[in-house]
DNA sequence: ATGCCCCTATAAGAGGAGCTAATAGTTTGA
DNA sequence: TCAAACTATTAGCTCCTCTTATAGGGGCAT
């Protein structure tokens, strides 16, 4: 229902996907099995745009509100959980956990040390939706999406780089372009992320080709397969900035592009944030005016 | 959800369980799900009887709306459907829909000819599904379950009888007992359906084990096993009375006990019927009081 | 036209959710 | 004190729903 709430929403199967974590594919299917169930039509095959049948309107109303009364149920029972007051829950991709959500907690929690911080790792996917069902109270995530039922507040650019063996030969030119990815040996993100979707168009748009050896969904686990010198990846500056300091990793950028990935916070729209919620949200906010 | 509201209603695991047609493992493992789902506890485990948790009560409250509004979607979905007013779609188990069935709708077509009947062969667990959400208008069934969103109306006392094959020897004698089941190669229902239980039910407590060799869904598969010789079955005396005259099957009855099985009608109870169901339900009322 | 890029639909296969069956442990009632 | 009824737990299986890959259609540029 929620799949087809925002299929209607956004008019467009591709972009309810997007906004579901889920593949064009999969909410194609959706549909037609909900028309199945539901016994007709929903959606109007034959015109350019998407168009409701009359069955559809019904359907929609009512998904509508089903929806935003399920995701209400997990956050009421939420909030009269006790001493919520003084806790902070995040769901965080791990690359953005470790690193960059660290900086801010660390300086969080010089200021407020009775809260109890929890912080979730979790694919996107789930993260959107421990959000909207009350299971966590924020997020900060990469490319985070836009929906109507949840806030995104821009936080900051992080700087993608280059990441390459300690001895590989493009450690040693001069300027690098991307053009010069091209016939490298490639330790990629999985495909289905977001930043991995990002780069593959980036990528696509300049007809850069480099050989997609590996794929991890692990930041780790891509910095030690470029580290054992299995090929050269593309990672957010923070991850790798302490190995480059140490030495095992050579980082360099693009001489040409810069490449980066916004990171954002998701936060329920309808929100009765408690006392720990908002004060970290007000120190993100001046982090980010900085 | 709806098991959960069932749960709570019931107040017992087991009957949840039988009003949706799962087994009582099914139910507790639900729970444990939505409970992990939620995040807190819905039920308190120390006491005997079930008590909701304050968190439990929200939710109870919520799932109930949220149910209710669901079933309601098809319903009203399908009463805008277009000619909707001369169709009679029946959801029925096999057994039921090919022998007892067929003989209200003969009388029932020759007086409304001009209605489309739909019948489709469903489990139970699907035919409850169907009418709640509006895919059929009613439902003929054994052992009809008691919702209070569902309306039951006693239709019938079906016999059930023990099913031979020609030359057993079982056939010969003069009266039967329930006893001279035992150690008999038995024909029985899959497990799981309710005219199984009813009959396991009855013979545990009979003390009676007859041998159960095969076990199928189907009334035919049952009556081509038993005159095969496979061994003797207990079946609804309306699927055997032509096999018995054609002399295909002996087929009689115990001397010292009636066996039966409830027929009755499912509807809606917040139904808006058409002419075509109401006109049809008048019949069987009938039908009924004869 | 031709190619390209966007869209939606469909097929095939992998993985997971949710079921049953079997069984253990607990409580109730004769 | 035993039998019956209840809930919890485990293992195994099935079916559902995802992803990947691919086909086919429409709009827009070259």
């Known amino acids: ?18 906004l579901n974590y889920l593949t064009q594919s999969a909410v194609s299917q959706q549909l037609k099995h909900l028309e199945k169930s539901v016994g007709r039509p ?38 009269t959980a006790p001493e919520s007051d003084q806790r902070l829950r995040i769901a965080a991709i791990y690359s953005v956990g470790t690193y960059v959500l660290q900086r801010y907690l660390k300086d969080f929690l010089r200021r407020c040390p009775e809260v109890k911080v929890e912080v979730d790792y979790q694919k996107a996917s789930r993260i959107c939706d421990d959000i909207l069902r009350g299971r966590a109270d924020l997020s900060i995530m990469a490319y985070p999406v836009h929906r109507r ?33 091209a016939g490298q040996d ?6 289905g992320t977001p930043t991995r979707k990002a780069l593959d168009h980036i990528l696509r748009a300049a007809k850069v080709r480099p050989k997609v050896r590996m794929e991890f969904d692990n930041i780790e686990t891509i910095k030690s397969a470029v580290s054992s010198g299995m090929g050269v990846s593309i990672v957010p500056e ?41 004060a970290f949200l007000k120190q993100l906010d001046g982090a980010r005016a900085r």
């Open 238 to 278: 923070a991850t790798v900035a302490a190995d480059a300091k140490a030495g095992s990793l050579c980082v360099r950028r693009f001489a040409d592009r810069r490449l980066s990935r916004p990171l954002g916070v998701l936060v329920r729209k309808s929100r009765r944030e408690n006392r720990a919620v908002r």
């Open 186 to 191: 490639f330790i990629a993100f999985d495909r």
């Open 149 to 181: 039922d949840l806030q995104t507040i821009p936080l900051a650019d992080e700087e993608l780089v280059l990441a390459l063996p300690k001895l590989h030969p493009l450690g040693r030119r001069e300027a690098l372009n991307l053009a010069d990815l």
């Open 42 to 79: 929903l959606l109007d095959r034959g015109s350019r745009q998407l168009k409701l049948t009359s069955a559809g309107r019904i359907f929609y109303r009512a998904a509508k509100r089903i929806v935003a009364a399920y995701e209400d149920i997990t956050a009421r029972i939420q909030a």
């Open 1 to 18: 229902m929620r799949i087809f709430r925002d299929l209607i929403e956004t008019g467009s199967f591709s972009k309810a996907a997007e």
